[in-house]
């Protein structure tokens, strides 16, 4: 296994000067598979268009393109690449689109696809000369992928339906956590509140618990986790509900449940190259916060198993 990161970028593009060490695409990640270099990417943010150039200089000239997209969820930074994705124009080119739904009575292929209409696009969804499967996803621990890849997906919190993927071959594990913040007690906690409910409180509090624990059992083990860290904790208490981890919680997490490497993801688009470069110096320094291995992940920055 191998994983390549294209976009590591959070809510929008953010080119420039201050961000080319760390890159300003949104996300997408690359992960080949096995002796055949089997392609699943994950997510279609503005870095899947780069991915798309790089699939049509290596991989094409080797025969038609079979890949495999999974969508964390269907927010516009994370397909927002899909219609600059060169391989979906070419004859040939076999693709599937997993991904879960925000809407029961939109498919998915309206979702994703429904950025291609001509309002929007020069190019209708229509119009694709590349034969494309939409396969809709849900909470699920064990999803057979064939040839030894198998998938677990995990409902997340955040403000419309995301899922977390795992992925397992040959002994290795690969597994996304974003975009996601902690559960946390939604219901009213003062007791001098006038509609304070002891029973709602305390319920509130276990069912809370009981999902983050369930999402740690979900990458507990993983030899990479890559896992939405776009604030710290400082920054975190005016963007609760925002759908997003801090730095220190992903951390701590990922020790919890004995990770190897944890790429810190999701960088927030204010976020410059020195800014990263100043937070690693705190958060990625060997054994200082447990035994994992913790870093921000990079354009270009690939991890192999």
Not at 103 to 109: A, G, I, K, V
Not at 233 to 247: L, P, V
Not at 293 to 299: D, I, K, P, T, Y
């Amino acid at each position: 296994m191998k994983v390549r990161f294209w976009g590591v970028r959070g809510s929008i593009p953010s080119p420039g000067p201050a961000t080319q060490k760390y890159g300003g695409n949104t996300s997408c990640i690359e992960l080949r598979v096995g002796p055949d270099n089997r392609i699943i990417i994950i997510d279609a943010g503005s870095g899947i268009r780069t991915l798309g150039n790089s699939i049509m200089a290596n991989d094409l000239p080797k025969g038609p393109i079979k890949a495999e997209i999974f969508l964390s969820h269907t927010h516009w930074d994370h397909i927002m690449g899909y219609p600059f994705f060169t391989p979906i124009y070419i004859p040939g080119t076999q693709l599937k689109v997993h991904g879960p739904m925000s809407f029961e009575d939109d498919p998915l292929e309206e979702v994703v696809g429904g950025q291609m209409k001509y309002r929007y696009f020069p190019i209708n969804l229509g119009e694709l000369a590349s034969e494309v499967e939409y396969v809709r996803l849900k909470e699920d621990p064990d999803i057979d992928l064939g040839d030894g890849l198998h998938l677990s997906t995990k409902l997340l919190n955040h403000p419309i339906s995301s899922l977390g993927y795992r992925f397992e071959y040959d002994g290795h594990v690969v597994c996304t956590c974003y975009d996601t913040e902690p559960f946390r007690n939604l219901f009213i906690t003062d007791p001098d509140h006038p509609d304070y409910d002891e029973a709602m409180a305390l319920e509130g509090d276990e069912v809370a618990v009981e999902q983050n624990l369930a999402v740690e059992q979900f990458f507990a083990g993983a030899d990479l986790l890559i896992c939405d860290s776009q604030y710290t904790d400082a920054e975190y208490s005016a963007r609760i509900n925002w759908g997003h981890t801090t730095m220190e919680y992903a951390i701590a997490a990922a020790n919890r449940a004995g990770v190897k490497k944890l790429a810190m993801f999701h960088h927030d688009p204010d976020r410059t190259d020195d800014s990263l470069d100043e937070l690693a110096k705190i958060y990625c320094e060997p054994g200082k916060f447990g035994d994992t291995e913790v870093f921000f992940a990079r354009e270009g920055m690939e991890v192999e198993f």
